[in-house]
């Protein structure tokens, strides 16, 4: 009996400690500088960010971390951003992210 308390007990701290905040993503690096563009005349498409890169990439926002901020058109933002792969969308243009860290400038 008490092996399996020992058991459980054991299985309980490992699980509790595998959810390590470690592998969270750093909200105060906002690194890409944007612009909020109302895209919605293309097929599919609603608000985008165009980055200032050099190749002026557009990120699809399918989620935003921070869900108390809101995109408007012609807003200049500074964001950071995971690609979503495995994802689709009816707007076939830029690439599908998360914004991971968002703020206005």
Do not use: W
Request: aromatic share 6%; hydrophobic share 40%.
């Amino acid at each position: 009996m008490k092996l399996r308390i020992y058991i459980a007990a054991f299985c309980l701290a490992a699980f509790a400690y595998s959810c390590s905040t470690t592998n969270q993503i750093n909200t105060r690096d906002c690194r890409y500088e944007g612009i909020v563009m109302d895209m919605r005349g293309l097929d599919g498409c609603g608000l985008m960010i165009i980055l200032n890169d050099s190749a002026h990439t557009r990120l699809q926002p399918l989620a935003i971390i921070d869900t108390s901020f809101h995109l408007q058109p012609g807003q200049r933002v500074r964001v950071n951003y995971t690609e979503l792969r495995g994802q689709m969308s009816a707007c076939m243009s830029g690439k599908l992210v998360r914004i991971d860290c968002i703020k206005a400038q």
